[in-house]
């Protein structure tokens, strides 16, 4: 008979792969979907043959068990999930953790600083009682000091000198230290602060299934400390005539666990609305005969409420001190948005995403388009004398909900605004003025009148001269806007005269919104002539809505 001799180790792994007794695998999140205002998490376990129950443990224990999905790949069967909550003392988050015993190692110091600090306090004490000149102690209190000689006396004071100022000393550099000491914990508590999650219970779930053959189990959940708002950036090339513009997305999360290089995917909608629309109520109407509703109205008058107590007593009946509350932090708000869309759209974000749980804000680019553009300049000279660049171009596919968007021209940064590209089908952005265009406003004739002879009316007359400067070295076009009065009564009448007349009428669909389009020459000039001839009643008077 052959004997083989095996390992202590290998006899334990055979045993542990005969009884399905495998050491609990790893869980890390691997997915996170993103909507504004919160975030579905996704943690991914291996799955081999013959294993029959997967623990995650460390989990925080804020999110709400009933969003627990678990799902798993063909040849593994799921059954019950357990999960059990921990009381903790300390974060479950490790930054904040790490943060919180620094601190708490700091403030030791400072408590040690202390003692030292009483103790050279009390040395100091002593010396300053012995420090009575010509008089030693004597430990009976019947006894009357007894007198020194002056040469006892001066070798007596100079070392109470000297140990007294070794004492001041010390307490000086003590205090120095724990200022010092101080400073640090400040600023490790404000770091600490920003990344707080007040989660110190944690969550262990554990997943029964049934594995017949090797792959993944899918554990999901949704948590609320995260977000994301869309970004955009738009660089204007004039002498291309070419926007480039990126889509970006500002996320934050702060939900006590770190994500490490996870795929992320962004998502417009949002859970945690409300699932069915408003359905109408009955309208209900009754009729009050007029001898109850006199009788009503004489009835007494009924006893007024107690007045409300004072918004400085609390409801214990005890004035709060407002100068010992310190004002408390503003809690974490994760980003989100207004989304105006009837589907949710989603937005994969190309590169694989690590985010702290320390609420700050990161940037990851989405997608970005090279668009040929129209290039104008708007005027409003009646409004402000000063041409904008503007530039106009067909809308890229996709949805495009609102937010914050940076612009830049030619490489330099012009501004940054809000950009609402729901409520249009065209690509509009102003890029900024531009100086070489001279805008000049200048007022003609107006005076004031009456005509009539039974019915008086009341003349108001209005012109301008603007004019334009082209100081490029090639030629512009200019978008010339105007808000031409409008009668919005019977009793007011406009005339109007534009030299030349205007492109069009109603820019956008705005009443009485004149839009010239002119073309200047380098070096040219043009001209716009605007009046107006405004009658009224003279009995009355009129009413400018502007």
């Not at 799955?47 to 678990?70: C, E, N, W, Y």
């Not at 100068?323 to 105006?340: I, R, V």
């Not at 985010?355 to 388009?369: C, I, M, Q, Y």
Request: proline share 6%.
């Amino acid at each position: 008979m052959r004997t083989f001799h095996v390992s202590g180790l290998a006899v334990l792994a055979w045993l542990l792969s005969c009884t399905g007794a495998h050491a609990a695998p790893a869980a890390p999140i691997t997915d996170v979907l993103l909507y504004p205002g919160g975030a579905t998490i996704t943690r991914t376990v291996q799955v081999r043959p013959g294993m029959t129950q997967a623990v995650i443990d460390g989990l925080p224990a804020a999110f709400d068990m009933q969003s627990l999905h678990a799902e798993a790949s063909s040849g593994v069967r799921v059954g019950e999930i357990v999960n059990t909550d921990v009381a903790g003392t300390h974060p479950v988050n490790p930054d904040e953790a790490r943060l919180d015993a620094r601190i708490t190692a700091l403030q030791d110091q400072q408590d040690a600083l202390d003692a030292q600090a009483k103790s050279s306090q009390m040395e100091l004490d002593y010396l300053t009682r012995l420090m009575s000149v010509g008089v030693a102690p004597d430990d009976r209190r019947d006894r009357p000091a007894r007198m020194m000689d002056p040469r006892t006396l001066t070798g007596l004071a100079e070392a109470m000198h000297t140990a007294a100022a070794k004492s001041l000393a010390r307490m000086q550099a003590l205090s120095v230290q724990k200022r010092e000491i101080g400073k640090r914990v400040d600023a490790l508590q404000r770091d600490l602060d920003r990344l707080r999650t007040a989660g110190t219970d944690t969550r262990t779930l554990t997943v029964n299934f049934a594995a017949q053959r090797a792959g993944t189990l899918r554990i999901s959940y949704e948590v609320s400390n995260a977000g994301w708002r869309p970004a955009y950036r738009a660089s204007l090339n004039s002498e291309a005539s070419k926007v480039k513009l990126e889509r970006d997305a500002i996320i934050s999360q702060q939900t006590g666990e770190d994500w490490h290089d996870v795929r992320l995917t962004l998502s417009t909608s949002q859970p945690r609305q409300a699932t069915r629309g408003q359905e109408p109520q009955p309208w209900l109407l009754s009729y009050v005969a007029q001898v109850f509703r006199e009788a009503f109205r004489r009835a007494p008058v009924a006893m007024e409420a107690a007045p409300m107590p004072s918004a400085a007593i609390t409801n214990q009946g005890v004035i709060a001190d407002k100068a010992l509350s310190k004002p408390a932090a503003a809690p974490y708000a994760p980003p989100t948005f207004e989304t105006q869309g009837v589907f949710a759209n989603t937005y994969e974000v190309p590169a694989r995403t690590s985010l702290a749980s320390d609420g700050r804000e990161v940037s990851v680019e989405l997608t970005r388009h090279d668009l040929a553009v129209k290039q104008y300049f708007q005027v409003t000279p009646r409004a402000e004398a000063a041409a904008y660049v503007t530039a106009e171009a067909n809308m890229p596919q996709g949805d495009w909900p609102q937010g914050a968007i940076q612009l830049f021209r030619n490489g330099s940064y012009v501004g940054r605004g809000t950009w609402n590209p729901q409520d249009t089908d065209k690509l509009v952005l102003g890029f900024g003025r531009d100086d070489k265009i001279r805008v000049s406003v200048k007022p003609l004739k107006a005076d004031s009148s009456s005509s009539g002879i039974l019915s008086k009316r009341r003349h108001r007359k209005i012109a301008t001269l603007f004019s334009f400067v082209n100081r490029h070295q090639r030629p512009v076009t200019l978008q010339v806007l105007e808000a031409s009065p409008v009668s919005t009564s019977d009793e007011v009448e406009v005339n109007t005269d534009f030299i030349p007349q205007p492109s069009h009428e109603n820019w956008q669909d705005k009443r009485g919104v004149m839009e010239w389009n002119v073309e200047i020459a380098p070096r040219g000039m043009a001209k716009i002539k605007t009046a107006y001839d405004i009658a009224y009643p003279e009995t009355g008077q009129l009413a400018d809505q502007r």
